[in-house]
Every structure is written in structure tokens, then in C-alpha cells.
């Protein structure tokens, strides 16, 4: 059996200016621009292996390691769009009998290294994972965010690393919705990440049927991306350009304070922080009162798990207080992954102005990452997720 097959893998991304919203939802066109960071794959990625065969009966997916629907529209929507762009492609250059017949069928596994739909961002690494790695095997290159979009919206700002924006647009046929790169990772070398996963739960509200909703209801909403949103995304790229933290900081937590109040907004309402994500919010403005200015900012997406940027100069500090707050039940030599963090001994004035009652396993576990690259390749066929049969290779 002779197979083809491109393996790759693809970040999560937190936005600082959010996106809720769809002007078109086959499209998947958003009611206003929206600006991210690209978090490290060290910490947080999903591989993906596609791979094709004449041999292969029909198209198959598998989502870490359990076979899954491969009609699922906006995934059948990528596959489809992906295939025009090499027919088209083809149709231009001389034809290359070496290239992949699109009469194929392909074989698609993708792993997360963390939990799915709970809120971190699991659908834009999985689909910008999935564009990648089917636009290298059928050899299209190119604008590709634009066709990452079509499976989650999100999913194009993961096509690029560093902090990057994914333009609203104004045509009716998407093209010019698109992301771009507004500074690559090694811009804020001193900008740091903390996920505080408070649940790995599956949202009771999902992010597609809750955005429709905002959109149907909220009038708050359509002030943000109309009014809002265009204002705070030029100040947003002018602190990300200067590495202004405390601006940056003011507004990530402010954006994300709104976009839970367009949730708030909608009819029924939606809630996707919990008491741990509101005792979180009021812990990080403890500590910036006490220190007197931004040292940390807190962004929740669609869900109740924390992201705190900071600066490196703060992590181990920060991370003790969140320590002794949220003190670990069971897991105390696994509730830091990621980046290592030096220990730190707090004052007792800062215990005594930051430090509530303790809530103990409130926090599951804290992963500590940084702005990182975008889509990666791996060339080595022993990372390939896929045998040489095609099927999923039984990891142990």
C-alpha cells in the first residue's frame, strides 16, 4: 500500500480583543476584528496527520484516538475548499503527475495535549492544524487563515505566531477576511502566560449556538463591534508595539470583562465564568492594587478557565499567591506544568492585602507558557500519527 501522509502541529490562541459574533455563519464572518497571542506549542498544541492513498475506500477522521464524524460540516468545508485551491492550482501550472490525485481518499488523526472544548481554544488549533497539514499534502500554499476561518473563526489567527489580528473585512465573499501578523513571538521576549484550568468540563453553552444568540439579542453587543471594538483594537497593536504591559494589561482585562457582559446581555443570558473565575478576577486586582500598578491581567474566553499575562519578573511571586489560594488537593507536584518557576517567599503585608480564604482544589492546574510560533511541520515519519497502513498507529 503506498501512502502519502504530512504530519503538523498548531497553537492555541488567547484573544485580547475578543471575537463573538458572526456576520455570515457559513462563511464564518465576524461582527468585528478581533487581536490574540499565540501561545507556545511546548505547552499547549494539537497534532495533526493527513494521508492519502488510492487504496483508501473512504474519507475517515479520528480525534485523539477515537474514530469521529468526518461529514462535520465546517471540517467537510476545509477538505472541499483545500481541493479547489490545488485544482486550481494545477489547472495553472503544467501538470505534475507527481502530485497527489484528488480522487484520494485521506485518513485524518488529530491529538490535543489537553482537554477539548473546555475553553481553551481546542477548535482553533485543531482546524489550523488541519489546514496546514492538508494544504501541505495536497501542495497548496498561499493565503490559507482565510480557509482555516471556514472551520472555526478563531482557527485563523492560529495560522500565524506572536500577537496577531484577524481583520473584520468588508467583501460578501470573505477574501478579505483574513489574519495577519501584528508582531511575531520575539517581539515581548519578557511576556508571559499562566492557564488557570478551574474545569475541563465540556461548556453547557457552546460558543457557536451562543454567539448566534448575542448576535439575535444583545444590544450591547452591536455597540461593541461597531463602537468598542474598532477604538481598543488600535490601542491594543500600539501597546503590543511600544510592550506597554500596563496598557496592554488595562485593556486585555477590560475587552474580556465586556465580552462576558454581551453574554450577560443576551436573552436567555449566558454565563460562562464560575464563582473560582470571579474569585480569580477579584485575586489579580488585589494584587495590583497592592503592587500599585498592572502586574498581571486576566482574559477569559468562553469559559470559566483563567489566562493571566504577565511579565517574567512577576510569575513566581503571582504564582505563590495563587498557591495559597487555591491550594492544590492531590496534585501538588503536578499543579505547575509547562515552563519551570523558581519559588518565591511572600511579604506578610501582601499576604495579608492579597491572600482570601483558601480555597483548596478550586485550581486543577496551572500551565505556564509564552507567546510562541505558528503551524509546524514534523518531518520525521515516526511522529506521524497514522501507520503505514493508514490507521492510527496504538500509542502506548
Known sequence: MSVSAVTCTAPVNIAVIKYWGKRDNDLILPINSSLSVTLHQDQLKTTTTAAASRDFTEDRLWLNGEEADVGHPRLQACLREVRRLARKRRGSSTEDTAALSLSYKVHIATENNFPTAAGLASSAAGYACLVSTLARLYGVEGELSEVARRGSGSACRSMLG???????????????????????????????????????????????????????????????????????????????????????????????????????????????????????????????????????????????????????????????????????????????????????????????????????????????????????????PSQHLLGADGLPRRTA
Open 162 to 380: 506572536g500577537f496577531v489580528q484577524w481583520q473584520r473585512g468588508e467583501r460578501p465573499d470573505g477574501r478579505d477576511s483574513i489574519a495577519q501578523q501584528v508582531a511575531p513571538e520575539t517581539h515581548w521576549p519578557e511576556l508571559r502566560v499562566l492557564v488557570l484550568v478551574v474545569s475541563g468540563e465540556k461548556k453547557q453553552v457552546g460558543s457557536t449556538a451562543g454567539m448566534q444568540t448575542s448576535v439575535d439579542t444583545s444590544p450591547l453587543l452591536k455597540h461593541r463591534a461597531e463602537v468598542v471594538v474598532p477604538e481598543r483594537l488600535a490601542l491594543m497593536v500600539q501597546h503590543i508595539r511600544e510592550r506597554d504591559f500596563e496598557g496592554f494589561g488595562q485593556l486585555t482585562m477590560q475587552d474580556s470583562n465586556q465580552f462576558h457582559a454581551t453574554c450577560l446581555d443576551t436573552f436567555p443570558p449566558i454565563f460562562y465564568l464560575n464563582d473560582i473565575s470571579r474569585q480569580i478576577i477579584a485575586l489579580v486586582h488585589r494584587f495590583n492594587a497592592h503592587h500599585g500598578c498592572t502586574k498581571v491581567a486576566y482574559t477569559f474566553d468562553a469559559g470559566p478557565n483563567a489566562v493571566i499575562f504577565m511579565l517574567a519578573d512577576t510569575v513566581a511571586e503571582f504564582m505563590e499567591v495563587v498557591r495559597r489560594s487555591f491550594p492544590p488537593t492531590t496534585n501538588g507536584d503536578q499543579f505547575v506544568r509547562g515552563l519551570p518557576v523558581s519559588s518565591a517567599s511572600l511579604p506578610e503585608e501582601l499576604i495579608a492585602a492579597v491572600v482570601a480564604e483558601p480555597v483548596p482544589g478550586a485550581v486543577q492546574y496551572i500551565l505556564h507558557s509564552k507567546p510562541g510560533p505558528g503551524p509546524q511541520f514534523l518531518d520525521d
